[in-house]
């Protein structure tokens, strides 16, 4: 068995590859569902935002499952590519995929260090595979670590402090280019949970805000919890459009909904008056042709990392005791894995040494009928004291090693498997895609 993280984040690619393999919520169940097509794949959840996709899985064996994984990839929903997907993919084994996970969930792999939603989103990947019944022992367990990590940085460290988030950072870039927005005309696209925050932050600027969403109830909501701004449906964008000063796209949605026409023709009531339109969606909502309308400057997700750059320090003076809590969740969970892959090995060992030792005696006890009790229990005394020594060594090697190298722990293990005829294709018995117990939402 192994485990694995297969994906790509913005570390790796631009936007225009994220947005082509973005997984919506709403398809992210069924493509986990799908991956039970794969016999290597014993667990799997997904972990789709607007700055990474990533697989992590159990394997049944390594190569054939990291191929039915990419293969996976490649083809499902998005068919083809006119690129070579992979240059742009990482793949991470063992506990380098462990310290990955906890280092997502605990903002040190952001695109804005420490960023807010990221905790949440880590959550609502392990609710998604737990609904898919794609979870089983192991990454139960991984994410439940990496969830606790998560809180643990957040609440003992300064990571999360001085809030800074994808949609306060796009806030922070929409200021270098239009000054202070107090009195400015500010159209929010979209009324998700980005949209949300934007919303309250530009509010506390002093913006207008007009919240344009394709459910114009829920803008309408917003509205009402904001007390300020106006809730217009999404046929009257362009309408609203005119009057913009900035605009702040976040819908998700899985077609453009800014293009250079509707954006020109808002224009025209307005040519000395200049646009900026900044897209923090992934899948992208703005169509990179806008950005050619004169008047009009587009910036995407990708361009925020500098612009927040000195409102940072503080959560970079965290990274190192976030760095001491991710090692130690790390340690936990691979003594934890290599103690659940090596201990079934242990026990079978054990048995087949007992079951060995008893018949033998049993043996003995039957050719010589006239041995007294006390001779017996000599025989059986020092029968037990032979097979304890001769194992001491072997299980004493592998608990040493639970808790600092669980690979070669397993190694061990499997060694003791093959040497002494066990008959386990696998230490633990296939338990794929189970339901584990519900994880603890403090």
């Not at 898919?132 to 990571?159: M, P, V």
Request: charge should be negative; hydrophobic fraction near 45%; glycine fraction near 6%.
């Amino acid at each position: 068995m192994a485990l694995v993280c297969l994906g790509l984040s913005h570390r790796t690619a631009p936007v225009e590859v994220r947005e082509r393999h973005a997984f919506p919520p709403s398809s992210v169940s069924e493509a986990l569902i799908a991956l039970r097509d794969y016999e290597a794949v014993r667990e799997a959840a997904m972990l789709s935002t607007c700055g990474r996709l990533e697989i992590y899985a159990e394997l049944e064996d390594l190569e054939t499952g990291v191929s039915q994984l990419k293969q996976f990839l490649t083809s499902f929903r998005h068919g083809s590519v006119a690129y070579d997907m992979e240059s742009y993919m990482y793949t991470l084994l063992g506990a380098e995929a462990v310290q990955h996970l906890l280092r997502v969930a605990t903002g040190l792999d952001s695109m804005l260090i420490g960023e807010a939603e990221i905790l949440g989103q880590v959550k609502d990947a392990y609710n998604r595979a737990q609904h898919a019944r794609s979870l089983g022992k192991t990454l139960h367990a991984l994410f439940r670590e990496a969830l606790n990590a998560g809180k643990a940085a957040r609440s003992q460290t300064a990571i999360g402090g001085e809030s800074v988030s994808v949609a306060t950072a796009a806030i922070a870039l929409s200021k270098e280019h239009v000054g202070e927005l107090q009195g400015k005309n500010v159209l929010l696209v979209g009324a998700g949970k980005m949209g949300q925050t934007a919303a309250k932050r530009l509010k506390h600027e002093g913006a207008r805000i007009t919240i344009v969403n394709r459910t114009h109830e829920r803008a309408r909501e917003l509205v009402e919890e904001l007390g300020v701004g106006e809730a217009v449906d999404l046929p009257s964008l362009s309408e609203a459009l005119k009057d913009a000063d900035v605009v702040i796209t976040s819908t998700g949605a899985s077609h453009f909904i800014l293009r250079p026409g509707n954006v020109a023709e808002s224009l025209l009531t307005r040519p000395e008056r200049p646009l900026f339109v900044i897209d923090i969606a992934v899948p992208r909502d703005v169509d990179p042709e806008v950005a050619r309308v004169p008047g009009v400057r587009v910036a995407h997700i990708d361009e925020l990392g500098a612009t927040v750059d000195l409102t940072l320090e503080r959560r970079r003076s965290a990274v190192p005791l976030v760095e001491e809590i991710v090692a130690e969740h790390v340690r936990r969970f691979i003594e934890w894995h290599g103690a659940r892959l090596a201990v079934p090995v242990i026990a079978l060992l054990t048995q087949r040494a007992e079951s060995i030792r008893s018949n033998e005696v049993d043996r003995l006890f039957a050719r010589c009928p006239d041995l007294s009790a006390r001779e017996r229990m000599l025989i059986t005394g020092t029968s037990l004291t032979i097979i304890s020594k001769l194992l001491h060594s072997a299980v004493a090697k592998i608990r040493d090693t639970l808790s600092d190298d669980g690979d070669e722990s397993l190694a061990r293990a499997r060694l003791l498997d093959e040497l002494f005829d066990l008959r386990t294709d696998s230490p633990v018995p296939p338990e794929p895609f189970a339901q584990p117990a519900a994880i603890d939402d403090d």
